[in-house]
């Protein structure tokens, strides 16, 4: 299997686990006399049997992603942890960017005046290389999950 695919294998795992959630709510408590909608024991039987499939590929993802190199001396561990970076810093100057730029309207000279702290062109700049660095990075990072084996446990 492809790491890309186990990628895609951890996240259904996890949605499959959360659609549990709501089951297991409704089977929890009934009226006396009533039996509930589904068994419970056989739901928690199927959440533990997932939880054991997803740890498992958990595993075998967090692995191969340690041994597996990028670029420059870089593992994939390394090259996912920048690529978040990445991603929170541009989302936190582009809302530096969104509050700068916000044009406040003054109908009178007596109004106060608001200004902008910061050069929104060059944070825009920012944005935009930071944007940039996303994708390539992202578009390696995709490149070598679909070329990459996952590893055995």
């Given amino acids: 299997m492809k790491l890309a695919e ?20 409704r089977s929890a ?8 909608p589904e068994n419970p024991q056989d739901l928690i039987k199927e959440l533990e049997s997932l939880g054991t ?5 958990i595993r075998r993802i967090n692995k191969t992603n340690a041994v597996t190199m990028c670029e420059n001396d870089m593992s994939l561990t390394a090259a996912l ?4 970076v990445l991603g929170v810093k541009r989302s936190l100057y582009n809302s530096l960017v969104d509050a700068a ?8 000279s007596s109004e106060i005046k608001i200004s902008s702290t910061v050069k929104v062109a060059e944070i ?9 660095q996303y994708r390539e990075l992202d578009t390696k990072i995709q490149q070598i999950n679909w ?5 055995e446990d």
């Fill in 53 to 57: 499939q997803l740890e498992e590929l």
């Fill in 101 to 108: 730029a916000t044009q406040q309207n003054r109908y009178s």
């Fill in 29 to 36: 408590k009934v009226q006396e006399g009533e039996t509930p």
């Fill in 81 to 84: 942890a920048k690529r978040d």
């Fill in 147 to 151: 070329n990459t084996d996952l590893l």
């Fill in 124 to 132: 825009q700049k920012q944005v935009d290389d930071l944007s940039r």
């Fill in 6 to 25: 186990s990628l895609i294998l951890r996240a259904d795992l996890q949605k499959k686990m959360e659609q549990l959630r709501p089951r297991l709510t």
